[in-house]
């Protein structure tokens, strides 16, 4: 063999993933590549034209495969290995092990390793997602039927987004739903699915974030035996979603690579499993969505731009709860039946004085949010009762009824101004909240009327 050849075979050699240790036939190490250096922990130097039993004192004659393969002439294919290396690590590795025979001689053998440490990793998490999937408990759980009917809210832009929704559901374009967190989005994308022709496929929703890139590309397309250990033959999410809908949630999660390998399934409406390279035709309607804005997020590169456009064939966006101020009162209103309903209570309905308050808090986490503040109070009151102060927690308490103050005034101003700013504060709530009625107003705030009326004209709060 020439020079240059053999330059070229060691170059190989020592860029390969796997790793690569060869024995003459007195048991000696002659070649040991990068690869295997990092899987077992060791240095070439501590390795080569060493005994490998000297090496390696855990492994005998009849344990060390490489011997075995001397000896025996024995081929051994494909078995899997679990060990400490010389840093303590676990590793797994899959071996292959032969005899190099010249002219019927064994001159040496040869063993290839493959690390498939973080692989086995994926596929037993894998695999334990699929079995929470496949369990009838889980399902029970997951399977909350939503519908356009569950889905409340009066206000202008919110309707509009929903009005374009149902008319998403007569059609299986990709749809992608924007919107903060607890805004809806999941309860749209049901409601799609349940208001369409394929309501009574599966609709199965996946969420992008906190699944590493590779398991969740097994999971959508499922995977073939052999292709990594562990891994069987198993349908993906595309083929039990098949005629029905896939709701991929926070879609910008998912990485560029696999971003695009889906634009791919749904520009050729057919799935390859990992592994494998036969196709299988799909018919799934995709609905994605996204809570920060899909612009921005081409900008930042974390939204493959073809990709948003394949998917952005109908988008819907969700206002924030601040937007909507409007349906604060309607929502309250319809969690108090839906709890009353749950916990068997009359609940009649909430102290108005706060309803200023929950029009003016932040609501950071949206509708949720709300909810489960409602469903907390719903628990603490009496079973006739309205919702009062008293009934919500103390963090609630605390958030929305008190530090909404210390967020709207500026600390380093004296005394008699700060107050003078809670003053207008509290009556322009309260105002709100009792729709602009000078008399129920006056009863809330604990003041005469005539009082009132001096503090409107003092403060300068105009009255619509
Ligand atoms: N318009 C609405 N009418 C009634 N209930 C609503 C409405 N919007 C949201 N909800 C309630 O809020 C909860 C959260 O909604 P959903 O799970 O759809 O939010 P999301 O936008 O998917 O949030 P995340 O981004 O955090 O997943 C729902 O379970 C539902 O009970
Ligand atoms: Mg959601």
């Known amino acids: 063999m020439n020079d240059d050849i053999k330059n070229i075979l060691y170059t190989i050699l020592e860029s390969i993933d796997e790793g690569v240790h060869v024995i003459n036939n007195e048991g000696k190490t002659i070649i040991y590549n990068k690869a295997m250096e990092k899987m077992e922990g060791m240095k070439k130097s501590e390795v080569i034209d060493k005994n490998i039993l000297d090496v390696f004192p855990s492994l005998d004659k009849a344990t060390s495969t490489l011997l075995r393969a001397l000896k025996n002439k024995e081929v051994i294919l494909d078995i899997p290995q679990t060990y400490f290396n010389n840093h303590e690590k676990e590793i797994t590795t899959i071996n292959t092990t032969l005899p190099i025979t010249v002219h019927n001689q064994v001159i040496g053998a040869l063993e290839i390793s493959k690390d498939i440490t973080k692989l086995k990793y994926l596929s037993e998490q894998m695999i334990s997602l699929q ?220 102290d108005e004085s706060l309803l200023g308050w929950f029009r003016s808090y932040k609501w950071s986490g949206n509708v949720r949010e709300l909810e489960n503040i409602i469903e907390g109070a719903m628990n603490i009151v009496e079973n006739n009762g309205i919702l009062r102060k008293e009934h919500f927690s103390p963090q609630t308490n605390a958030k929305i009824f008190a530090l909404t103050f210390n967020k709207e005034y500026k600390l380093k101003e004296n005394l008699p101004n700060t107050l003078l700013q809670i003053e207008k504060n509290m009556i322009t709530k309260a105002l709100k909240s009792c729709n602009f009625n000078i008399s129920k107003t006056s009863e809330n705030l604990g003041i005469k009327r005539q009082t009132l009326q001096h503090k409107l004209k003092k403060l300068n709060i105009k009255v619509k």
């Open 131 to 350: 079995n929470q999937l496949s369990n009838p408990n889980h399902k029970k759980n997951y399977k909350r039927k939503f519908t356009f009917s569950s889905i409340i809210g009066k206000n202008e832009n919110f309707t509009k987004a929903i009005e374009y929704a149902k008319k998403a559901s007569n059609f299986s374009s990709s749809v992608l739903i924007y919107g903060e967190t607890g805004t809806g989005k999941e309860l749209v994308a049901q409601s799609i699915h349940y208001g369409s022709a394929r309501a009574n496929k599966p609709f199965i929703a996946q969420n992008c974030a906190a699944i590493p890139e590779t398991l969740l590309e097994s999971i959508l397309f499922g995977t073939v035996k052999g292709s990594f250990t562990g891994a069987m033959n198993k349908e993906g999410l595309f083929e039990h979603a098949n005629e029905g809908t896939l709701f991929l949630d926070e879609i910008n999660s998912m990485g560029m690579q696999l971003q695009s390998k889906l634009l791919r399934v749904l520009q050729e409406s057919n799935i390859r499993r990992v592994g494998s390279l036969d196709e299988i035709d799909v018919d799934v309607r995709i609905i994605a969505s996204t809570n920060e804005d899909p612009y921005k997020l081409i900008k930042e590169g974390k939204l493959r731009k073809d990709l948003f456009y394949r998917i952005n064939v109908m988008s819907i966006n969700l206002p924030s709860l601040r937007e909507r101020e409007d349906d604060i009162e309607l929502l309250i209103y319809y969690f108090i039946d839906k709890y009353n309903n749950r916990l068997n209570k009359k609940v009649k309905g909430v």
